[in-house]
């Protein structure tokens, strides 16, 4: 088994961990501490009611034993509670999936499912070090559709060194033809401390370039839109009712508790992050302490920030009356340029145009600094 | 031993001016004066063993580093002749060794009798030795020619003996051989300096006269004043009198350094020593000058005084805004010890508030923007170095313009600026590299002259503005380091000049504004508009970079709107990443400079406003 080269998630491989052990008793063994930590967090956040969203991620989590899934699931649900229309999502590599795979994970509750689909592009699945067969996402999304998955999503990666708008404008056309209500379509971030880093510092592959990138995102806005999913994030599109109601938590603020080791967690302006390395969240755990490594209580300021900085990823963007004065004098440069949508403006939101998407951080910036 | 001890040897106010011998080393830097005068310090005695340290009378760090002597020193060496046995004080002064000082070295000279010429003989000759040779020869000064690093394995005495000989009308055999560094052949020197300089003449009973050679601010005594006398006598009771300004001053010390300062009875005839007055600013007590007695005053005064003048000015401007009062005392304080820096307040749209200084030279300005930045900490940007030039407007008015900002807008009848007589020393081979470097620079050949088989001697006029552009780190790089460059102002000629503005975004930037001859204009603007484009980032709308002279634009670059500026991720774990590279942006943000809307970032004023061989200098230095 191994990590994707652009990959920058908390992940480990067992050889990394020099565990011999069956993955099956490594999945058993994992989902005991995270039925640990949720065990603390109810007794953390006792005011803390019934759960509306779950999401696996960070990972490939369909290599887990759906039992295992269920067993956490339950966990969950019997101390905290489901929200009726509770939002269940796990991420997935399509190579992992089979009819009957995704026909056991749907029997755990889960009811959304985010494949790993990247690209059609067999030199840039190699460049990205993915090992999927870009074939088995169509099989992969017509099973979890059969199996009854009420929300299919795949997520796409541009920008890859060597991908060229053609290449592209296959991927996204391959993507919109899918039974699918979301797309999440990423610029690909070259990450300190990945292998990809290294090819490119070392000159093995050329850094994507910005102008390319653009003509990409530009390309992708237009042929959803054309398809019938809209952007509600900077890098996120549905079809009606497709939004990913997790997600959306992040961008509002809301309060949420990552499970697992380097998860980090939010309630209430203050967050924390776990200790990142598997074997020390389980010596925690095991004896019975909070496995986080750190936290910080969030200043007036910087939920602030932080607000701004979310919300404007948002469609429904950022109230004008919250800003001050001053930030709304700099932002009409940016109504003029057609950077931010005039009628928005003119009904008291900061909304981000396709342009303007592009340009989101340095709008931040503009507001903040 | 022909040293003698300090306090058995003829004593200050009591030396017969004929046992008294006054002079200089005339050198090139690296040719080992330092050295010498370790040698000399040591061999007479004057500083015990233990407490030697190299280079001695560089009192400095930059001096020391540098290896460049930036003022002047006395020191009293009490000797024995080797050859008629006698007691005898030799005063040796030690000269500044840059062309941007030749004012304070001809002042060291007039103080002295005779010079000796200090040649590395691996390396020959250098071009401002030269130029100090010739001084020293103006000033009748009798010239010791020594050819030092004798032990070097490179060292080729026989040719370069020829070369001095040719140089002064002496025998090849009339040059000395020594090692400052093995102390090989110094007592020789020791005992020719005795033999063949003429002892100072003056009259002891006329009214005192003392020429300054150089002015010194110390923390604790205030103003230390170097003097020769030439003659009469000081004495400590004495009030003493500047000539140039008729200001009386109380005397509160009189001595000789040796090479400690020490208080003595007073200076007598030929005599060389300090003066303490009380004074709290060298221009109070300036180069050149001549000391008298308040009660009895001379009526002549010493020939030579002359204020120092600027000649290349340049803005130095605090990297954070907030070091300006630090800057503006720091300037004080380093006017306390140099006459020849001036300054006054100065603001500019781009880079704020800062300084207009007026230096004599490059090595000056380089001299005082470092110790800006090593005695009180500060970052300094420094805009490109200018020259004096006096424009007359059609309607007959004249304007002397030292900041291309001050450069009329009218009509203008005609320009003139400084021109100097540059001459350069070089191997042979290199002549016509020069030549070509030369005649790009507006140079006019005056005439070239074979020093030995192999080496030359090339002069030109130029325009100062050439040579302060980047001419000698041009003429190093191109001629591998080999030649070497004197230059003295001659006066000034009409140049065809114009203006060259750089404007972003329709903004004038009154930091990239340059003065520069009309055929070069173009090349000033593509260079600085092309450069620009490289240092200034993206902004939200597309940002055209100008050269302009008047309305004329002669070079144009554009920089492309950004079109993206987002992190494409944001979920849990990048949250607080993203906030966290926010709030270091917000620092980054509080550096940038606004010029009308574009937003430019403090590194790249100060990229565009260094050349090339400031990057390379400031790696080596990096490196070492």
Same mark, same amino acid.
Not at chain 2, 125 to 142: D, F, G, R, S, V
Not at chain 2, 258 to 279: D, Q
Not at chain 2, 288 to 297: E, F, H, L, M
Not at chain 2, 457 to 473: C, G, H, K, Q, S
């Given at each position: 088994?191994?990590?994707? /080269?652009?990959? %920058?998630?908390?992940?480990?491989?067992?050889?990394?961990?020099?565990?011999?052990?069956?993955? +099956?008793?490594?999945?058993?063994?994992?989902?005991?501490?995270?039925?640990?930590?949720?065990?603390?967090?109810?007794?953390?956040?006792?005011?803390?009611?019934?759960?509306?969203?779950?999401?696996?991620?960070?990972?490939?989590?369909?290599?887990?034993?759906?039992?295992? &899934?269920?067993? $956490?699931?339950?966990?969950?649900?019997?101390?905290? /509670?489901?929200?009726?229309?509770?939002?269940? !999502?796990?991420?997935?590599?399509?190579? !992992?999936? +089979?009819?009957?795979?995704?026909?056991?994970?749907?029997?755990?509750?889960?009811?959304?499912?985010?494949?790993?689909?990247?690209?059609?592009?067999?030199?840039?699945?190699?460049?990205?070090?993915?090992?999927?067969?870009?074939?088995?996402?169509?099989?992969?999304?017509?099973?979890?559709?059969?199996?009854?998955?009420?929300?299919?999503?795949?997520?796409?990666?541009?920008?890859?060194?060597?991908?060229? &708008?053609?290449?592209?404008?296959?991927?996204?056309?391959?993507?919109?033809?899918?039974?699918? %209500?979301?797309?999440?379509?990423?610029?690909?971030?070259?990450?300190?401390?990945?292998?990809?880093?290294?090819?490119?510092?070392?000159?093995?592959?050329?850094?994507?370039?910005?102008?390319?990138?653009?003509?990409?995102?530009?390309?992708?806005?237009?042929?959803? +839109?054309?398809?019938?999913?809209?952007?509600?994030?900077?890098?996120?599109?549905?079809?009606?009712?497709?939004?990913?109601?997790?997600?959306?938590?992040?961008?509002?603020?809301?309060?949420?508790?990552?499970?697992?080791?380097?998860?980090?967690?939010?309630?209430?302006?203050?967050?924390?992050?776990?200790?990142?390395?598997?074997?020390?969240?389980?010596?925690?755990?095991?004896?019975?302490?909070?496995?986080?490594?750190?936290?910080?209580?969030?200043?007036?300021?910087?939920?602030?920030?932080?607000?701004?900085?979310?919300?404007? =990823?948002?469609?429904?963007?950022?109230?004008?009356?919250?800003?001050?004065?001053?930030?709304?004098?700099?932002?009409?440069?940016?109504?003029?340029?057609?950077?931010?949508?005039?009628?928005?403006?003119?009904?008291?939101?900061?909304?981000?145009?396709?342009?303007?998407?592009?340009?989101?951080?340095?709008?931040?910036?503009?507001?903040? #600094? | 031993?022909?040293? $003698?001890?300090?306090?058995?040897?003829?004593?200050?106010?009591?030396?017969?001016?004929?046992?008294?011998?006054?002079?200089?080393?005339?050198?090139?830097?690296?040719?080992?004066?330092?050295?010498?005068?370790?040698?000399?310090? /040591?061999?007479?005695?004057?500083?015990?063993?233990?407490?030697?340290?190299?280079?001695?009378?560089?009192?400095?760090?930059?001096? =020391?580093?540098?290896?460049?002597?930036?003022?002047?020193?006395?020191?009293?060496?009490?000797?024995?002749?080797?050859?008629?046995?006698?007691?005898?004080?030799?005063?040796?002064?030690?000269?500044?060794?840059?062309?941007?000082?030749?004012?304070?070295?001809?002042?060291?000279?007039?103080?002295?009798?005779?010079?000796?010429?200090?040649?590395?003989?691996?390396?020959? $000759?250098?071009?401002?030795?030269?130029?100090?040779?010739?001084?020293?020869?103006?000033?009748?000064?009798?010239?010791?020619?020594?050819?030092?690093?004798? %032990?070097?394995?490179?060292?080729?005495?026989?040719?370069?003996?020829?070369?001095?000989?040719?140089?002064?009308?002496?025998?090849?055999?009339?040059?000395?051989?020594?090692?400052?560094?093995?102390?090989?052949?110094?007592?020789?020197?020791?005992?020719?300096?005795?033999?063949?300089? *003429?002892?100072?003449?003056?009259?002891?009973?006329?009214?005192?006269?003392?020429?300054?050679?150089?002015?010194? @601010?110390?923390?604790?005594?205030?103003?230390?004043?170097?003097?020769?006398?030439?003659?009469?006598?000081?004495?400590?009771?004495?009030?003493?009198?500047?000539?140039?300004?008729?200001?009386?001053?109380?005397?509160?010390?009189?001595?000789?350094?040796?090479?400690?300062?020490?208080?003595?009875?007073?200076?007598?005839?030929?005599?060389?020593?300090?003066?303490?007055?009380?004074?709290?600013?060298?221009?109070?007590?300036?180069?050149?000058?001549?000391?008298?007695?308040?009660?009895?005053?001379?009526?002549?005064?010493?020939?030579?005084?002359?204020?120092?003048?600027?000649?290349?000015?340049?803005?130095?401007?605090?990297?954070?805004?907030?070091?300006?009062?630090?800057?503006?005392?720091?300037?004080?304080?380093?006017?306390?010890?140099?006459?020849?820096?001036?300054?006054?307040?100065?603001?500019?749209?781009?880079?704020?508030?800062?300084?207009?200084?007026?230096?004599?030279?490059?090595?000056?300005?380089?001299?005082?923007?470092?110790?800006?930045?090593?005695?009180?900490?500060?970052?300094?940007?420094?805009?490109?170095?200018?020259?004096?030039?006096?424009?007359?407007?059609?309607?007959?008015?004249?304007?002397?313009?030292?900041? *291309?900002?001050?450069?009329?807008?009218?009509?203008?009848?005609?320009?003139?600026?400084? $021109?100097?007589?540059?001459?350069?020393?070089?191997?042979?081979?290199?002549?016509?590299?020069?030549?070509?470097?030369?005649?790009?620079?507006? /140079?006019? #050949?005056?005439?070239? %002259?074979?020093?030995?088989?192999?080496?030359?001697?090339?002069?030109?006029?130029?325009?100062?503005?050439?040579?302060?552009?980047?001419?000698?780190?041009?003429?190093?790089?191109?001629?591998?380091?080999?030649?070497?460059?004197? @230059?003295?102002?001659?006066?000034?000629?009409?140049?065809?000049?114009?203006?060259?503005?750089?404007?972003?975004?329709?903004?004038?930037?009154?930091?990239? +504004?340059?003065?520069?001859?009309?055929?070069?204009?173009?090349?000033?603007?593509?260079?600085?508009?092309?450069?620009?484009?490289?240092?200034?980032?993206?902004?939200?709308?597309?940002? *055209?970079?100008?050269?302009?002279?008047?309305? =004329?634009?002669?070079?144009?670059?554009?920089?492309?709107?950004?079109?993206?500026?987002?992190?494409?991720?944001? @979920?849990?774990?990048?949250?607080?990443?993203?906030?966290?590279?926010?709030?270091?942006?917000?620092?980054?943000?509080?550096?940038?400079?606004?010029?009308?809307?574009?937003?430019?970032?403090?590194?790249?004023?100060?990229?565009?406003?260094?050349?090339?061989?400031?990057?390379?200098?400031?790696?080596?230095?990096?490196?070492?």
């Amino acid at each position: 088994m191994k990590r994707c /080269g652009y990959c %920058d998630f908390n992940t480990y491989t067992p050889a990394e961990l020099q565990i011999t052990s069956e993955l +099956s008793e490594i999945s058993r063994s994992y989902i005991d501490l995270l039925i640990d930590e949720a065990k603390l967090a109810r007794n953390q956040a006792p005011q803390a009611g019934a759960i509306p969203t779950i999401f696996f991620g960070g990972g490939t989590p369909t290599l887990m034993e759906p039992s295992d &899934l269920a067993r $956490i699931l339950q966990e969950l649900k019997a101390s905290f /509670g489901f929200a009726p229309d509770i939002e269940i !999502t796990i991420e997935a590599n399509p190579d !992992t999936l +089979s009819l009957e795979k995704l026909s056991q994970l749907r029997a755990t509750g889960i009811n959304r499912i985010s494949v790993g689909m990247q690209s059609t592009s067999p030199h840039v699945l190699k460049v990205l070090d993915r090992t999927h067969n870009p074939a088995n996402v169509g099989s992969a999304v017509k099973w979890a559709r059969e199996a009854g998955f009420e929300h299919v999503s795949v997520d796409l990666i541009y920008g890859t060194p060597g991908e060229s &708008l053609a290449d592209w404008e296959n991927t996204l056309r391959e993507a919109i033809a899918l039974d699918i %209500d979301h797309i999440s379509a990423y610029a690909l971030i070259v990450e300190a401390g990945t292998k990809l880093a290294a090819q490119v510092k070392r000159g093995e592959v050329e850094v994507p370039d910005d102008d390319l990138m653009a003509d990409k995102y530009l390309l992708a806005d237009q042929l959803f +839109s054309a398809a019938g999913f809209e952007w509600y994030e900077l890098s996120n599109w549905a079809k009606p009712e497709g939004e990913c109601r997790h997600n959306i938590a992040y961008w509002q603020g809301r309060n949420w508790w990552g499970l697992g080791p380097g998860a980090h967690s939010h309630i209430d302006g203050k967050r924390w992050w776990n200790v990142k390395h598997p074997a020390t969240y389980r010596d925690r755990l095991l004896a019975g302490e909070f496995p986080a490594a750190d936290s910080e209580i969030l200043t007036a300021t910087q939920i602030e920030s932080e607000r701004v900085m979310l919300e404007i =990823r948002l469609r429904s963007g950022i109230a004008r009356s919250s800003l001050d004065a001053a930030a709304i004098d700099r932002l009409q440069s940016y109504v003029a340029g057609a950077q931010l949508d005039a009628q928005s403006w003119a009904d008291g939101l900061v909304v981000l145009t396709q342009t303007g998407r592009l340009i989101a951080d340095r709008i931040v910036r503009e507001i903040l #600094l | 031993m022909p040293a $003698i001890e300090l306090s058995k040897a003829p004593q200050p106010a009591a030396t017969n001016p004929a046992q008294i011998r006054n002079f200089c080393i005339i050198a090139h830097i690296d040719h080992g004066k330092s050295t010498l005068a370790d040698r000399m310090l /040591g061999i007479t005695e004057v500083v015990e063993q233990r407490n030697m340290r190299a280079q001695y009378l560089d009192r400095m760090d930059i001096e =020391r580093e540098r290896g460049i002597t930036i003022k002047s020193q006395a020191v009293r060496l009490p000797w024995r002749s080797g050859i008629d046995g006698q007691e005898y004080i030799l005063n040796m002064i030690d000269t500044p060794g840059h062309v941007d000082f030749t004012y304070e070295v001809s002042r060291s000279l007039a103080a002295c009798e005779g010079a000796i010429l200090l040649v590395d003989c691996a390396q020959g $000759i250098e071009a401002q030795t030269l130029a100090n040779l010739y001084l020293a020869m103006e000033n009748n000064l009798t010239i010791i020619p020594v050819l030092n690093k004798i %032990d070097l394995p490179a060292a080729q005495p026989e040719k370069f003996a020829a070369e001095l000989a040719k140089l002064i009308g002496c025998e090849p055999e009339d040059c000395l051989r020594v090692s400052g560094k093995t102390g090989d052949g110094v007592v020789e020197l020791l005992d020719q300096i005795v033999a063949q300089i *003429p002892a100072p003449v003056g009259d002891a009973n006329a009214p005192a006269r003392a020429l300054i050679f150089d002015s010194v @601010y110390d923390t604790y005594r205030g103003v230390v004043t170097y003097v020769r006398v030439v003659d009469g006598h000081l004495s400590p009771r004495d009030q003493i009198q500047m000539f140039s300004t008729g200001v009386r001053h109380e005397m509160l010390e009189v001595g000789v350094i040796s090479p400690e300062p020490v208080a003595s009875k007073g200076l007598g005839v030929g005599e060389v020593g300090y003066v303490i007055t009380g004074v709290k600013d060298v221009r109070q007590s300036r180069v050149g000058d001549t000391i008298t007695t308040y009660n009895n005053p001379t009526k002549v005064a010493l020939a030579g005084y002359k204020d120092p003048k600027p000649m290349v000015f340049s803005g130095l401007f605090p990297l954070d805004g907030a070091d300006y009062p630090l800057l503006r005392e720091a300037l004080d304080k380093l006017q306390l010890n140099d006459a020849a820096l001036v300054f006054e307040p100065e603001s500019s749209a781009a880079l704020g508030f800062g300084f207009r200084c007026g230096f004599l030279g490059l090595l000056h300005m380089e001299i005082v923007r470092e110790r800006l930045e090593r005695e009180a900490g500060l970052s300094l940007i420094s805009t490109a170095p200018s020259v004096v030039y006096h424009v007359f407007s059609d309607d007959g008015k004249e304007m002397t313009v030292t900041n *291309p900002s001050e450069f009329p807008d009218g009509k203008i009848a005609s320009i003139m600026e400084p $021109i100097v007589r540059a001459t350069v020393l070089a191997p042979s081979e290199f002549i016509g590299t020069i030549m070509e470097l030369c005649q790009e620079r507006r /140079g006019t #050949l005056l005439g070239m %002259d074979y020093l030995s088989e192999d080496r030359v001697e090339i002069r030109y006029t130029i325009p100062l503005a050439e040579i302060v552009f980047d001419f000698f780190d041009q003429l190093k790089s191109r001629t591998k380091g080999y030649a070497s460059l004197d @230059y003295e102002p001659i006066g000034e000629a009409e140049g065809d000049l114009v203006k060259v503005d750089i404007l972003l975004q329709g903004e004038h930037v009154d930091a990239f +504004s340059a003065i520069v001859h009309k055929d070069k204009a173009y090349a000033y603007g593509v260079m600085m508009t092309s450069k620009l484009r490289e240092l200034i980032p993206r902004q939200q709308f597309e940002v *055209p970079i100008q050269a302009a002279i008047g309305s =004329r634009i002669i070079a144009r670059e554009s920089i492309r709107a950004i079109r993206k500026d987002v992190l494409a991720k944001c @979920y849990g774990g990048d949250i607080s990443r993203k906030r966290k590279l926010l709030e270091k942006q917000k620092e980054g943000k509080k550096r940038m400079k606004m010029v009308g809307r574009v937003e430019v970032p403090q590194e790249a004023f100060i990229a565009a406003l260094t050349t090339d061989a400031d990057i390379d200098k400031a790696k080596a230095k990096a490196k070492s």
